[in-house]
């Protein structure tokens, strides 16, 4: 866990449990920096009751669609978590037992929220350049 906690993009894992419910079993230090989350809202809890609407609903058919494809399944979210608005760049990775079985994903997430604040701010200098006579 020591090497997770030196990356600087969020690290997680999830498994689903007996009722089909997917909860966070691994996150990195960096996932509880950049949510604002205490380690005891998301270790074992549901991803439905950590990942704000309605960014879940997306969240949930991105796993699904890991595990049909046996790929990696990657795209961009923007929650809304105590910390403030992120926006993150996503991939996640299911992993099978020997009886093909997904109990686990992997994911990583590359935080691009000062990276899209800067986007933000040029467009918004910009159109103020070309609204100038």
């Not at 997680?12 to 089909?20: N, V, Y």
């Not at 990195?28 to 950049?34: E, H, I, S, T, V």
């Not at 609903?57 to 399944?73: F, H």
């Not at 608005?85 to 590359?110: E, P």
Request: charged share 25%; net charge negative.
């Amino acid at each position: 866990m020591d090497i997770l906690n030196t990356i600087s993009d969020i690290v997680f894992t999830i498994a689903r449990d007996d009722d089909g419910m997917w909860r966070f079993t691994m996150v990195n230090k960096r996932f509880l920096q950049a949510t604002g989350l205490e380690s005891d809202a998301v270790f074992g809890q549901r991803v439905v009751d950590v990942v704000p609407r309605p960014a879940h609903d997306l969240v949930l058919s991105k796993y699904e669609e890991a595990i049909a494809t046996r790929r990696p399944v990657q795209w961009e979210e923007v929650s809304v978590y105590p910390s403030g608005t992120k926006v993150g760049h996503v991939t996640v990775v299911a992993l099978f037992d020997a009886q093909g079985m997904c109990r686990t994903i992997v994911g990583w997430v590359h935080d691009a929220t000062e990276c899209a604040r800067r986007a933000a701010l040029v467009a918004e200098r910009q159109g103020e350049t070309q609204r100038e006579p």
